[in-house]
């Protein structure tokens, strides 16, 4: 596999480095760019590895503080995002970056092979490895990825005794792929270590379930559910068998059932229903590290850029209700690191039929950024620096206290003080 590392980046086209940095710089409120170089502080929390190769009962008790990882996506470019000049997020640009540590020049390598996509880009985060990947199956236009190192939550459960219900994933509705995201086939690591997953799909299924059980339904019914089930069963051929949440996740089924019913058409859809998820399950769950799969600006594959910057907008809203429901819960308010990363970035090809597709390797495809608040981060400080988004996995380890060892990058240090 051949890797080209990104030694730099290419900032807005048209524009200077300089002239764009000192755009966020005055958008975040600071006179000028910092490193705030610090401590990393790893392993503050748990001690390296400290439970591994531990059972349950014998890992030590986590006590580290809890983050709240945020994919920025599905596919965004910095241009509408954190140039202050020409944001659709002004919550994200101007206040949050404000109290944080933004890394306005994150790359996505070139690597060969490589795709700039939300499953790959998914992957990238949670592993903090670049990979290519193909469908488990060789599927048609399937993104069942499985990734060979472990993800953040395989890590964070193996040195600590934390629930499969205390590590979430919040998916969309409409991309049960993403399902696949919660654990690596690596030795010593994998399902039992595997996150839980929260969903409209995961929802359904829960639903179908349930109807199957308590029985009362005709023949025919009967028959056309446990078909749905079985087709649904064929999304993760990994967890034939053993495809029942934990028991805090079916009572907490029970209750979303209880406010908005079965028909799934009263809960809010897209993306406000990952918010609506992200919200209750922070409450009733009490989540140690929690991931939130935004995605619907990607429906600029259609063509329309509104879906885009709309989409940009929603995700932004959501950020900040999230935001503000830590601020507000005691429990949570000075022990949660929120880290907001897109899972890619977008063209920038002014000339194509269909604006700011992301599979072409366009330069601008590979342009993130990363933005990272709460206690223990710098605050108002923007680094001046090209980082890889690979590096969040090894920092996300270093705000929880465990080393993600199998890690390509590295702890972005100049965000912690
Ligand atoms: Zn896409």
Same mark, same amino acid.
């Given at each position: 596999m051949?890797?080209r590392?990104?030694?730099?980046?290419?900032?807005?086209?048209?524009?200077?480095?300089?002239?764009f940095l000192?755009?966020?710089?005055?958008?975040?409120?600071?006179?000028? @760019?910092?490193?705030?170089?610090?401590?990393?502080?790893?392993g503050r929390?748990?001690?390296q590895?400290?439970g591994?190769?531990?059972?349950?009962e014998?890992?030590?008790?986590?006590?580290?503080?809890r983050?709240?990882?945020i994919?920025?996506?599905?596919?965004v470019?910095?241009? !509408?995002?954190?140039?202050?000049a020409?944001?659709?997020?002004?919550?994200?640009?101007?206040?949050?970056?404000?109290?944080?540590?933004?890394?306005p020049?994150?790359v996505?390598?070139?690597?060969?092979g490589?795709?700039?996509?939300?499953?790959?880009?998914t992957l990238?985060?949670?592993?903090?490895?670049?990979d290519?990947y193909?469908?488990?199956?060789?599927?048609?236009?399937?993104a069942?990825?499985?990734?060979?190192?472990?993800?953040?939550?395989?890590?964070?459960?193996?040195?600590a005794?934390v629930?499969?219900?205390?590590?979430?994933?919040?998916?969309g509705?409409?991309r049960?792929?993403e399902?696949f995201?919660?654990?690596?086939n690596?030795?010593?690591?994998?399902?039992?270590?595997?996150?839980?997953?929260?969903?409209l799909?995961?929802?359904?299924?829960w639903l179908?379930?349930?109807?199957?059980v !308590?029985?009362?339904?005709s023949?025919a019914?009967?028959?056309?559910?446990?078909?749905a089930l079985a087709?649904w069963?064929q999304?993760?051929?990994?967890?034939?068998g053993v495809?029942?949440?934990?028991?805090? @996740?079916?009572?907490f089924w029970?209750?979303?059932?209880?406010t908005y019913?079965?028909?799934?058409?009263?809960?809010?859809?897209g993306?406000?229903?990952l918010?609506?998820?992200?919200?209750?399950?922070w409450k009733e769950?009490r989540?140690?590290?929690?991931m939130?799969?935004?995605?619907?600006?990607?429906?600029?594959?259609?063509?329309?850029?509104?879906?885009?910057?709309?989409?940009i907008?929603?995700?932004?809203?959501?950020v900040?209700?999230?935001?503000?429901?830590?601020?507000?819960d005691p429990?949570?308010?000075d022990?949660?690191?929120?880290?907001i990363?897109?899972?890619?970035?977008?063209?920038?090809?002014?000339?194509?039929?269909?604006?700011?597709?992301?599979h072409?390797?366009?330069?601008?495809?590979h342009?993130?950024?990363?933005?990272?608040?709460?206690?223990?981060?710098?605050?108002?400080t923007v680094?001046d620096?090209?980082?890889?988004?690979?590096?969040?996995?090894?920092?996300?380890g270093a705000?929880?206290?465990?080393?993600?060892?199998?890690?390509?990058?590295?702890v972005?240090e100049?965000?912690?003080v």
């Amino acid at each position: 596999m051949q890797i080209r590392k990104a030694t730099r980046d290419h900032l807005p086209q048209g524009e200077g480095r300089r002239d764009f940095l000192r755009r966020v710089a005055v958008g975040v409120g600071v006179a000028g @760019l910092g490193m705030g170089l610090a401590d990393a502080g790893c392993g503050r929390a748990l001690g390296q590895e400290a439970g591994v190769g531990l059972g349950v009962e014998e890992r030590p008790e986590f006590r580290g503080r809890r983050v709240m990882l945020i994919r920025f996506g599905g596919g965004v470019r910095r241009r !509408e995002t954190i140039d202050p000049a020409h944001t659709h997020a002004p919550f994200v640009c101007r206040e949050l970056a404000a109290r944080g540590t933004l890394f306005p020049r994150m790359v996505i390598d070139l690597m060969e092979g490589l795709n700039t996509s939300h499953g790959e880009g998914t992957l990238n985060i949670l592993t903090g490895r670049y990979d290519r990947y193909r469908d488990v199956e060789d599927g048609f236009l399937k993104a069942r990825y499985e990734p060979k190192v472990p993800t953040l939550f395989e890590y964070l459960r193996k040195a600590a005794r934390v629930g499969a219900h205390e590590t979430l994933i919040i998916n969309g509705e409409d991309r049960p792929d993403e399902e696949f995201y919660s654990f690596s086939n690596h030795a010593g690591y994998g399902i039992d270590y595997r996150a839980n997953v929260l969903s409209l799909y995961r929802f359904k299924r829960w639903l179908l379930e349930r109807r199957l059980v !308590e029985g009362g339904i005709s023949e025919a019914e009967r028959r056309s559910r446990t078909e749905a089930l079985a087709k649904w069963e064929q999304a993760d051929p990994r967890l034939r068998g053993v495809s029942r949440q934990s028991p805090e @996740l079916e009572a907490f089924w029970e209750r979303w059932e209880g406010t908005y019913g079965g028909s799934g058409l009263v809960n809010p859809r897209g993306d406000r229903l990952l918010t609506a998820l992200a919200r209750r399950a922070w409450k009733e769950l009490r989540p140690r590290l929690l991931m939130v799969n935004y995605n619907d600006c990607d429906y600029v594959h259609w063509g329309y850029m509104s879906h885009y910057t709309t989409g940009i907008a929603v995700m932004d809203e959501g950020v900040r209700e999230l935001v503000a429901m830590v601020e507000a819960d005691p429990e949570s308010r000075d022990n949660t690191v929120v880290v907001i990363v897109p899972d890619c970035g977008r063209d920038s090809n002014p000339l194509a039929s269909v604006p700011c597709q992301h599979h072409f390797n366009s330069v601008s495809a590979h342009e993130i950024f990363a933005l990272i608040q709460g206690p223990g981060i710098g605050r108002g400080t923007v680094v001046d620096k090209v980082v890889r988004q690979v590096d969040i996995a090894p920092t996300v380890g270093a705000v929880m206290g465990f080393r993600a060892e199998h890690a390509e990058g590295r702890v972005l240090e100049e965000a912690l003080v």
